[in-house]
């Protein structure tokens, strides 16, 4: 009996020795394995990367803050989305160099540097890190060169756990798959995989509201993996059909650089972008009093007309980037943001034109500059200076923390008056006063609108803008040197929507006025979009032409209205972007033009 059960235990431990022979040969426990640990790095990076941003996770995937139209949590959805760009980024990293070891360490890196740098550029500007920035390294590293940067304990945290995590991921092993054959189908496999995850998430991401608004808020409420790649999709542009330089040299070649019409004295410029300034009454036929009396009684020396914007109730950055280049954001994705993705330094813009024939460029705005990355786009754009919010001394609100016209306008004076005096001024101003919501109760209402308290309160706001304006232009009555005024509406609110429509353009229509304390000829009625507004203000500046704002001119000829959400031509019928036209060949030289100058022209 003893020597069976003896013989019996020899048989079961050499069963178990082949068992595990068997195991340590066996593949698929080692998958097993790598599977469970790319779960647990990718959720710590995107663990990390949230606790560090400050998000406020909630569970209900439906949470949108409809006031201010801003994401106000982050949700579960957001969470698996940013794991899946997560993971995709480290299977593909995998396919690429075949050590997933090594591609789950070179994304932490990236994602912790991409987190610091944003920490950096907090500190330093108080604007976020966006992708963008990545092709202005070069002149950031000269602005940092002597700055100190302020540590935060919260950092230091969140760059020690990361340590930890690579330190701990150094010393797993895998285990190595025993044939080229298998690493081989492994990587493809795994490539395959993440392509297909990759395309899905992007597919998500249209039907995902991203506000750029604020980037930093952004990053908080959605995850900086969503937002980052979003940037990075938006960011590369496909080229025009029959895009070449020789084809751009082509079109321009039948333009010359001409004088402006008013060439005998260069022109002080100033141009304001009123938030949300739109005629309501003539727009919508509204039987209501006149809430912008003084701008409706201007006639001498003034070209009025009505305004197509590209956007409705928000995206004002679009539009100021379609005014300050000449460019449309008709051939941009839906719902990119110019300046969070396309603006690169050393590009053609009205402001860098103006600043290269002796102007002093100074971009206002009444409120954050971390509003779209404003402060770093200004600098981008061309503008000596940026003034916003905090740099504006005793100013005063309309109502909440919306500065108010008038106080606003005044800036601009002390601005002009401060002016470097043997240059001429070029000053770009955004206001707030207007902007949404219109539910404030402590403000009180006029009563142009009796019937919606919250149109009522706009109509009341833009009376006062209206007021804020004749005190502008009685201060520059008074001014010796020459000066333009180009005033205009970023877009209409979104409650116009509650007013009856019936006509697919009319809520982009806004009134535009340029005016000059000289004499010029009058116009009334002339019918424009923003990308085309430059033209108008190279025409009485006293400056020179660019060849692309001659063409910009011959093309408004034909199609005086282009904007994204369609255009009009000069008989007045309508085309949806896209559209078969009698224009395709000239829209498709305008996009020519607008990748050019936006990517590849280089004004040193």
């Known amino acids: 009996m003893k020597d069976f059960f003896k013989s019996r235990n020899i048989k079961i431990l050499d069963k178990t020795k082949s068992l595990l022979e068997k195991y340590k040969k066996f593949d698929g426990i080692k998958l097993v394995w790598r599977i469970i640990v790319l779960i647990i790095i990718t959720s710590l990076i995107v663990a990390l990367s949230m606790a560090y941003n400050g998000s406020n996770i909630v569970w209900d ?127 493809i496999s795994n490539l395959c995989f993440s392509i297909v995850l990759m395309f899905g998430l992007m597919n998500t991401l249209k039907y995902q509201k991203l506000n750029y608004w604020d980037l930093e808020t952004q990053y908080k409420d959605n995850g900086i993996q969503m937002v980052f790649i979003k940037q990075i999709d938006d960011f590369f542009l496909s080229k025009p059909e029959g895009y070449s330089i020789e084809k751009v040299n082509e079109i321009l070649s039948r333009y010359e650089e001409k004088e402006s019409l008013y060439n005998d004295e260069k022109t ?81 813009t009205m402001v860098n034109n103006f600043r290269m024939s002796g102007y002093e460029t100074i971009g206002m705005h009444s409120y954050y500059a971390k509003c779209y990355n404003r402060r770093t786009s200004y600098s981008k754009m061309g503008f000596d200076k940026g003034i916003f919010m905090d740099d504006m001394q005793g100013i005063w609100f309309s109502k909440s923390n919306h500065p108010s016209d008038e106080s606003t306008y005044q800036k601009l004076i002390e601005s002009y008056e401060a002016r470097d005096k043997s240059k001429n001024y070029f000053g770009f101003l955004l206001t707030m006063q207007n902007h949404a919501p219109y539910t404030f109760e402590e403000y009180q209402n006029k009563g142009y609108y009796k019937d919606d308290s919250l149109i009522d309160q706009y109509l009341s706001l833009v009376n006062e803008s209206d007021n ?24 209409q609110p979104k409650i116009a929507t509650n007013l009856v429509q019936d006509e697919w353009l009319k809520t982009q229509k806004v009134p535009y006025m340029l005016w000059a304390n000289f004499d010029i000829e009058e116009k009334q009625g002339e019918d424009i979009s923003t990308n085309y507004l430059c033209t108008l203000i190279y025409d009485y500046a006293g400056i020179k032409d660019t060849r692309y704002v001659e063409f910009l001119k011959d093309m408004k000829e034909v199609i005086p209205v282009f904007t994204a959400k369609g255009y009009k031509d000069k008989d007045g019928k309508t085309y949806e972007i896209g559209e078969e036209s009698p224009y395709k060949d000239l829209i498709n030289e305008y996009n020519i033009l607008q990748y050019y100058f936006m990517f590849e022209h280089d004004l040193k």
């Open 468 to 491: 804020a304006l004749k005190k502008l232009i009685e201060y520059f009555e008074n001014v010796d040197e020459k000066t333009i005024i180009l005033l205009f509406g970023d877009h």
């Open 61 to 187: 995937i439906t949470r949108i803050n409809e006031d201010v139209g801003i994401f106000a949590e982050t949700s579960i959805n957001d969470i698996l989305i940013d794991f899946g760009f997560t993971l995709s980024v480290i299977l593909i990293g995998y396919s690429i160099i075949g050590s997933l070891k090594l591609s789950m360490i070179f994304s932490i890196i990236v994602w912790m540097l991409i987190n610091v740098f944003n920490y950096i550029l907090l500190d330093l500007r108080g604007t976020a890190f966006s992708f963008a920035d990545i092709f202005s390294a070069g002149t950031a590293m000269n602005v940092l060169d002597g700055i100190v940067i302020s540590s935060s304990e919260k950092l230091i945290k969140y760059i020690v756990v990361n340590i930890l995590v690579l330190v701990s991921l150094i010393f797993i092993k895998f285990g190595k798959l025993d044939s080229k054959k298998k690493k081989i189908i492994s990587r």
């Open 268 to 348: 002080n410029v100033i141009v304001i972008m009123n938030e949300s300034f739109a005629d309501l009454k003539t727009t919508y036929n509204l039987d209501i009093e006149d809430n912008i009396p003084y701008y409706n009684s201007l006639n001498e020396n003034t070209i009025k007309g009505t305004l197509y914007s590209s956007v409705l109730g928000g995206g004002t950055a679009t539009a100021e980037w379609e005014l300050l280049t000449g460019n449309s954001a008709a051939f941009l994705p839906s719902g990119a943001i110019p300046y969070i993705v396309y603006v690169r330094d050393d590009k053609e």
